[in-house]
Structure formats: C-alpha cells, structure tokens
C-alpha cells in the first residue's frame, strides 16, 4: 500500500520517504533515488532525497514527541501545520528568504521543501570565521516585512485575529515559556552549566530586580500579539553563505512581540562578538548587528507609510512602536545569553571553546551581559548604545 | 413543525419562543404563557417568558445584523456563543454576580438564562439616586475574580491559550476598536455631538500629544491578551438593588488588558460624579469608585498568594501588575468618557440633562476630564489621587 494512501499519522523511514516523493510526483516511478535521514532526531524528521546527486528536495516530519538530553516528553504534531503555513506567509512576504514549500499535509506532519544544502548552517558558518556580507540586509529585511506585514498596522482585524487563531501553538511556545524565561532564573532541575559558575548564578536566583525584570518580558511574551514571530531566530536556524540568506524551522511560530525575534538574533551574534578575539573580526559581528537593525527600523518605517491605520499618521507613534520593539528586543537578547549559557540548550559557539580558562571566562562574560541588558534595557536608546555595551562586555 | 426540530438559524418571535421553551421543559405543554420582547432590538432579541406572573425566564438571541442609529450592518451570531461561554464561566469565579445559564444553543444563537427583571439596570437607578451600598464590594469581587482566574497567573498555558482562541471576538472587538479608540479622536462621520462641543473637538483631534496617548491604549487593547473581559462594563450592563448585583450582556468579552473593564466601570460611574450637583451626593460615587478599586486589588492580591506562577513569588511583580492594571483603567476611562459624549453611542447620564447650558457644561467636564485621564495616566499612583482628579474636574 502507497504512503499517499495512509489516512493516519505515521513515522516515515528512508524508504517510504522515497516512496512519498515518487507519489508526490517529485520523481519518475523508476528514478534512482539516494535518501538519507539527516535531522537531529529531537523533534523532527528530516530525509533529503536526491536523484543521481542532483538538487533534490526535503522531506521534513514532525515526531509525536520532543527528546533534548536523553528526556523525552510527548508533544503533538501539529506544529507541522504551524511551520508550513508560517513558511508559506515568510515567503509571500520576504521572497526568498526561506525555503520553498512544494507541499503540506497535515495528517502526516510533512512539509516537502527546497533543499538548502548547498548553504552552510550560519553558525557553523559564523564559528569558522566566515564572511556574510549580505546576513544584516537580509535578516533585517526578513524581519521588517514579517513583522510589519503581520501586525495590526498592515492587516484588517478580522485578518490579524484569524491568524493568531491559526498561529496559536501553546506546546513550542511552553517550552519557550519555561527554557528561555523561568528555569534558568530559578535553581532547576532543567539547568546545565559548569560547576564554576554555580556562584555566579546564585547571584542572580537570589536576585529580585532581574528576577522582575525578567518577569516582565515574560509577561510582554505570553500577552502581547503583536506579530507572527518566528519564534527562533538563533544562527542554527538560519542557512546562509556569502550571497543567499534563507531562515529555517519556523515551528515555534505564533503572535508574540516583535522585539523577540530581534532579541534572539542578536543574542546569537553576540556570543560570536564574545568569542572572538580579535578586535576586528568582533567589529565585523557587532557591525552586523547594527546593520541588521537599522535595515530592520528603516524597512519597518517605510512599509509603515503604506498603513491604513489612522493612527500611523500620528506624531510619534512609529518611533514608539520602534523604540519598545528595540528595548524588548535588548531585553529577549539578555534572557537568550544566560539561558544558552546556563539553560538546557547550549551553543557551540561557547561550548565548543577548547581551554577550560577561556570558555569559563566567555560564559561569565555572556551571564554579565544577559544581566545588563535585562536590567538595563530601558536605558539604552539608540544601536550605538547596545554594541557599545556589548563590547565593552565582551572585551 | 417545532422550534426544536430546526436545523438551522431563524429569529424567534414571541410565538415560537413560547414554543422553545416548552419544548426545552421549562414549562408544562398546557402552561398559560405570557411572553414579551423586551429587548432594544439593535443587536438581539430578548423575550421574557412568564406563568401567571410568577419568576420566568429569559430566551436571548442574537440578531445576524447589528442596527446603531437607525444603520445597520450585518453581524454573525457567534457572540451568543462567546456570551453564553463567558456568563457560565463568570458564574464559576464570580458565583451569584451574573444572570445563571440555563441552556444554549450556538446555532439558534438562543441563551435561556435567569429573569431579573426584579431587578434595576444600574444606570437607571444611580440617575434616579437610588442607593447601591454594595455595589462597589461585588464589582470590585466580580473584576478581581473573573479577570485573576483567567489570566496567566491562575491557569495553566494551554487552558489559557485554549481560551484565547475560544473567545477570539473579532466581531464585536472591532465595534470597540472603531468606536471607542479612532472615531472620536478623528473628524469621523459616526461621531455624534453637540455643535457646541465642536471648538474642543476640533482642539482634540489636532492635538497630537493626546492622540499619541490613544495609540498606545489601543494598542493594548488589540494585542495584550492578558485576561477574559467582560468588554462592555457599563452601568447599562449591570442589573442592581440594595443587596444584589449581577453583570450581563458579555458578548464583547475576549481576551484584552485587564485595566479596560475598569477602567470602564469607573468612567461611567464618573458621569455620576460629574453630574451629581449635591456635594454629598457626588461622594457617594467617588467612594463607590475608591472601594471599587480597593475591593479589586485587595481581593486580586489575595488570588495571587495562591498563583503556582514561580513569578508571583518575586517581589515588586504583583505591584507591577496592579499598577499596570490601574494606570492602563485611567486611561481607557478616559476614552469611554470622550466616547459617550462626542460618538455614536451615548449616555443618559448626560443626554438625559435637561438645560442646555448645564448638559454642555457636563458635555465639557465629561471630555476634559477624559483629556487628562489619557493623558496623565502615568502620572497617578493610588485611587485617591485618581478620585481627586474627577473632582477638581467634576465640581
């Protein structure tokens, strides 16, 4: 029996992965196909099915089940529907700077998808010191016009509430709520850190003002519907070499504040301005992160202008909206540099640092820098003024 | 053929009402009924159904149009859904302060729910001077109990979320959106006033400070979705004598700041204030208004001890919320003041003035005070000096 027949949820293998995409019309019936397994298995199945080594396609299914460090906890699959619809608007608004979609079904929570292999992951990318000279135009223009163009300032009401309807994704952003926002400012059992930095971290459990300070942008993350975010913009989402830009796995998708999708990027960036040694190649990733956010404010301001919301035309009220999406965004940074450093989920870009001196000393460094920018977020006013801070850490 | 037996939507008319209401078991079928529409026919009809005069029943249904001012437009019926959602889930945290359900249907868009005819509409009776000493203890219990249980800090993500979707209201929101957040302050054809009131109009709609202010309390109401609403909280929605209180008509709830059925509540109160010429008389309303606030937050804190939210155990947050929660009530009271007498829809409290100058003068306070609540909003920091500013502005 043909997998295109199945009428209920099934885990793929690399054979009936194959099987699928001849169904599907992708391949002749007697193409000789190479299919290989090559998620992370956490969360996903992800099969690349080539013909003869040509540019093939991906298979992408969600698993009934989440499994990070060894746990695993059930977790349905309908945020296979999420990623795909997310992926189908993030096209429709920033052409180009996500994967294509070829087809979706729901049932069997598959996306079918251009394959990007051809790019690098950008923070394998990033590690190894390689140049991205178009990330900042692209990333700043893909979160200007998803942002922008799923707020209440571009679509009908009627238009915006029935896509938080269709976005609302309780599971991801549970894991969200509790990974980046509570755990790693609580003693729990979820944490992973170096012993030497359990002092450090003390310090902020007993802490109240970052505690409040972080209460508050969790507050600002589960009540404010602000846009469709993607929900996890970190450098392992994102493919990219020195010409093309393309941001994956929006699973995480749904309405939240537009400062959270800017907040994790350049976290994300940060750790590399940490890391980074010499002072020009830690310029080139702060440069980035001003880039990206003043193609993002000056995209914004422009598509802006088209609104139709009276209230556009206000004095003022653009640079408000900015100016919290830029504080937020300073805030959301601080909470992902402590929580990758301290969290559940870390980052090669400091784990991967060989002496024990140095990653130790680049992991205080972030847990300072997420504390700062947490606490003083409401005090920075300008780009300038959050590289400058970054890189006074960071030195 | 009986009203039972229908498979599909048509309004009810005072026969076939008595007909649904035997067929539902309310009354024997060789019951002497008596049935009235009572209702003002704009959005629903309401049919109150007795027997020899005893205690009856009421049938409410939603009418697929909505009719403002002799205009009509037309309007799905879901909100009858949405309502009789809202008063069962009313009825569990706030017991005895809403009209109990005693059944509905969503595709007749029909509640049958308790006769309180018994009973004052509020705004009757404050007009009229008749004394509510219990108003403010069960309005402040009804806010505190119906907006804690909803929010974040009582329930756990996925029922909440569940109930966000579950009360998307899009409908009956942009109703609110229209009339109470953009009309007014624009030179908008639905606006309804007074052509003496047209020189501070006009000073209002240029003034761009005050605009600014809306914009940002618009915005909350469109994106924070931190509790289930009531969302229409006027004295008009609320059904009183000396010892009860019970609050109808929730088919505007949805999820939005908690400081907008306050803030609602208060500013109507705030007609009385204003209205009221005995110096005595004025300060029973200023009181109801203080106690309002005080039985909310005392109440609202007392819920909270019991959160299992890690963050409600951080101090300096509930103080953040209550504080938020205040300030955000000052300024939407002051868009429900502007609103009831510059838009489309109106009050009697101040239409009901029979002088001229001294209904203008009323007019006058009514959008001054409106002015300063929006404006100064930040700028408040306990009841008192809330109520005080509805005095100097009042007197």
Redesign the interface.
């Known amino acids: 029996m043909s997998i295109k027949a199945i009428s209920s949820y099934q885990s793929l293998n690399e054979q009936t992965a194959k099987e699928l995409a001849v169904n599907l019309n992708f391949f002749e019936e007697d193409a000789d196909l190479t299919c290989c397994e090559i998620g992370d298995g956490n969360l996903n199945l992800v099969f690349r099915i080539t013909e003869n080594g040509k540019k093939g396609i991906i298979i992408k299914q969600a698993l009934p089940y989440a499994k990070v460090v060894g746990e695993s906890w059930p977790l349905t699959v309908d945020r296979a529907r999420i990623e795909a619809d997310a992926l189908k608007l993030q096209e429709i608004h920033a052409p180009g700077l996500v994967p294509q979609v070829y087809h979706s079904d729901d049932l069997l929570a598959v996306t079918v998808m251009e394959d990007l292999s051809f790019l690098n992951i950008l923070r394998a990318g990033l590690i190894n010191g390689d140049p991205f000279p178009h990330l900042a135009e692209h990333i700043g223009t893909f979160l200007a016009n998803t942002l922008y163009f799923t707020s209440?300032y571009a679509l009908h009401?009627?238009k915006k509430?029935?896509y938080?309807?269709n976005f609302?994704n309780?599971?991801l952003?549970?894991i969200t709520?509790d990974l980046v926002f509570?755990d790693p400012f609580?003693n729990s059992e979820t944490n992973d850190f170096e012993e030497e930095l359990l002092p450090l971290l003390k310090e902020f459990w007993n802490d109240?003002s970052l505690?409040?300070e972080?209460?508050?942008l969790?507050?600002s993350f589960?009540?404010?519907?602000?846009a469709l975010l993607h929900g996890d913009l970190h450098t392992g989402s994102i493919f990219a070499d020195e010409k093309h830009t393309k941001v994956i796995d929006p699973e995480f998708a749904f309405y939240g504040p537009i400062g959270f999708d800017i907040g994790q990027f350049i976290a994300n960036l940060t750790f590399q301005a940490i890391t980074r040694e010499d002072i020009t190649r830690k310029e080139e990733i702060l440069l980035i992160i001003t880039d990206t956010w003043k193609v993002f404010s000056e995209t914004f301001s422009k598509h802006w202008q088209e609104s139709g919301d009276?209230?556009t035309k206000?004095?003022?009220?653009l640079e408000?909206?900015l100016n919290k999406a830029f504080q937020d965004s300073a805030g959301f940074s601080g909470c992902e540099l402590i929580r990758r450093t301290a969290g559940l989920a870390h980052v090669e870009d400091l784990d991967g640092i060989e002496g024990k001196e140095k990653r130790l000393d680049a992991k205080r460094k972030s847990l300072s820098l997420g504390r700062e920018l947490i606490l003083n977020r409401h005090k920075l006013s300008s780009i300038e003024e959050l590289t400058e801070l970054i890189r006074n850490h960071s030195s």
């Open positions: 209440d009401p009627f509430k029935e938080v309807k609302s309780p599971e952003c549970k709520e509570t609580f109240f505690k409040l972080v209460a508050k969790k507050k589960i009540t404010e519907s602000e009276a209230y206000v004095r003022g009220y408000y909206v």
